[in-house]
């Protein structure tokens, strides 16, 4: 019986995932509840468990974007813990023992059956991916669940497991954009496993078990001289026919590098003949590079741009400033933070003092927290403080939930859990939904002042500085204050200019005058 894993729901308005990594290889035995692969959204990474026991047959590939409910794998569950189903005389236990014995018996035998390995959905709004490198060559021998490639979504970049044992042909290139759905690959699956006497025997049964494919490797087919889509979207973008370029892939196909080489011929030609026909006049030889480096936007990137100019489109966003004396919080941080330390095993910084001002100001003015949901306004009596974490990949907002019955010590933990788990990509979808504000601190990178773009769908952010030494009046008389600029960005068809400003002004109160935070006042 073949039982057929799918990509489960896995968080609000999330309608596609992207394949990250297999833990298991194709091919491989797994027990039920065994963790199989990594799935990526734009909000977290989380781990697909195998629902049965049995002999993964994997569907997708790392990299691909599979929507939910998409077909991701399947499990045998009637093959044995060896995968070939069946033994020469023992239990399954004894399977790998014979195997690599040199037992003929037990060496990998042709099946007939092709497996086409093809695009999974892998996330929410994806529609196709990139082929980021190939870990396995065409021909090569794979076992099930193991990764044979990687694939990169405007989200993440993941690892795609086979699906089966057997001999990979591939049928797209490194750096093809393909969309979801797509054959990248194909599997002759094949049961057993090649002994261990080396490569020559696994070529051998590669040779076997692919013999008609051998026969008309000489020839024409198909695929010879047709561009792969990301080598003919190259050729098409410099005006390259494909009837000009020498296919060096399989069965001749055209790849990404031969359009490359033959862009760069291209230009070389067009170049030299430009020089011959224009003389110009010597110019001295400047010295340092002039080399320029083009890079393709990731699919992360392309996400985040969509989302900002979305929000500039979709609201009315304005921004209000203010400046905020930050030497009493300075004082008192220089006061107890070895004795905070020393009790809490946690530092006293910044952010636990402008999340608690939030959250009393939030509770003064609701619609800062609130949101806009089609026709009706939403307003939360719980503060979950989103913050903004730079990590390798993008911004990232994990939330900190019902901060405002969280002490200082308890907001400043979950702040370093949260980030760190961020920058290792091991955030959860829970970990990552359902703020109702957001503060982003751009001041640890020197920024003086800016306006912060809405997290949607909240309606409003909160922006830090930099902390600079500044002359101001004070009783009269001109002294020199640690001062930081703090700008709300909020959406104007829910917060009124009214209550950004008195909110505003009310964080501005708290953070000047700490012992407010305490009493609420």
């Known amino acids: 019986m073949s039982l057929e894993i799918k990509v489960p729901q896995v968080g609000e308005s999330i309608t596609e995932v992207t394949l990250a990594s297999w833990v298991k290889k194709n091919g491989d035995y797994v027990e039920m509840d065994e963790i199989i692969c990594e799935l990526e959204s734009d ?37 044995s813990q060896n995968g070939s189903g069946s033994s020469s005389g023992g239990d399954s236990s004894e399977s790998p023992k014979e195997e690599f014995g040199g ?21 929410e709004s994806i529609t196709e991916v990139t082929i980021g490198s190939w870990l396995k060559k065409d021909g090569d021998f794979v076992e099930m669940d193991e990764e044979i490639a990687e694939i990169e979504t405007d989200k993440a970049t993941q690892e795609f497991p086979a699906e089966a044992q057997g001999i990979l042909r591939l049928v797209a290139s490194e750096g093809d954009v393909v969309e979801v759905g797509a054959v990248i690959a194909k599997i002759e699956v094949m049961e057993g496993k090649p002994s261990s006497n080396g490569s020559s025997e ?97 699919n992360l990137r392309k996400t985040i741009s969509r989302r900002l100019v979305a929000v500039k489109n979709e609201t009315a966003m304005l921004t209000t400033f203010n400046e905020v004396n930050m030497k009493p919080i300075m004082d008192i941080r220089k006061k107890y933070k070895e004795s ?8 006293l910084g910044f952010m636990s003092f402008f999340t608690k001002a939030v959250c009393v100001a939030l509770k003064e003015w609701p619609s800062v927290n609130g949101m806009i949901d089609e026709n009706e306004l939403v307003y939360y009596d719980y503060c979950d403080v989103s913050i903004a974490v730079s990590t390798p990949k993008g911004l990232v907002t994990p939330v ?3 901060a405002e019955g969280l002490g200082f010590h308890q907001i400043e933990s979950e702040i370093i859990r949260l980030a760190t788990k961020a920058r ?21 990178f020197g920024s003086m002042l800016s306006t912060p773009i809405i997290n949607p769908p909240q309606s409003a952010i909160l922006g830090m500085h930099n902390i600079v030494e500044r002359p101001m009046a004070q009783n009269g008389e001109v002294v020199v204050l640690p001062i930081m ?3 709300l960005s909020y959406d104007h068809r829910i917060v009124d200019g009214r209550e950004s400003v008195s909110f505003l002004v009310r964080v501005k109160e708290l953070l000047e005058d700490p012992s407010r935070l305490l009493l609420e006042v």
């Open 103 to 123: 037992d003929s018996s037990s060496e990998a035998k042709p099946t007939g059956e092709v497996l086409e390995m093809k695009i999974p959905s892998v996330g």
């Open 485 to 487: 600029y703090v700008a």
């Open 202 to 298: 696994e070529k051998a049964t590669s040779e076997d078990a692919s013999a008609g494919t051998q026969t008309s490797e000489s020839k024409e087919t198909y695929a010879t001289g047709h561009a792969s889509p990301a080598a003919s979207k190259i050729l098409s973008e410099k005006g390259v026919s494909s009837a000009d370029v020498q296919g060096t892939g399989r069965d001749g196909r055209i790849t990404k590098e031969d359009a490359a080489n033959a862009q760069v011929k291209s230009v070389a030609k067009e170049t030299q003949t430009s020089r011959s026909q224009v003389q110009t006049p010597a110019i001295p030889v400047q010295p340092g590079s002039r080399n320029s480096n083009r890079e393709k936007m990731t």
């Open 340 to 347: 905070f330390k020393e009790k809490y095993e946690v530092g």
């Open 424 to 444: 290792d990509g091991k955030l959860s979808i829970d970990e990552m939904t359902g703020g109702t504000f957001t503060i982003t601190n751009g001041g640890i």
């Open 43 to 79: 909000k977290a990474t989380f781990e697909l468990n195998a629902e049965a026991a049995g002999v993964l047959s994997i569907k997708a590939e790392e990299g691909d974007t599979l929507e939910i409910g998409q077909l991701i794998a399947e499990i045998d569950t009637d093959s």
């Open 400 to 402: 900190v939930r019902n």
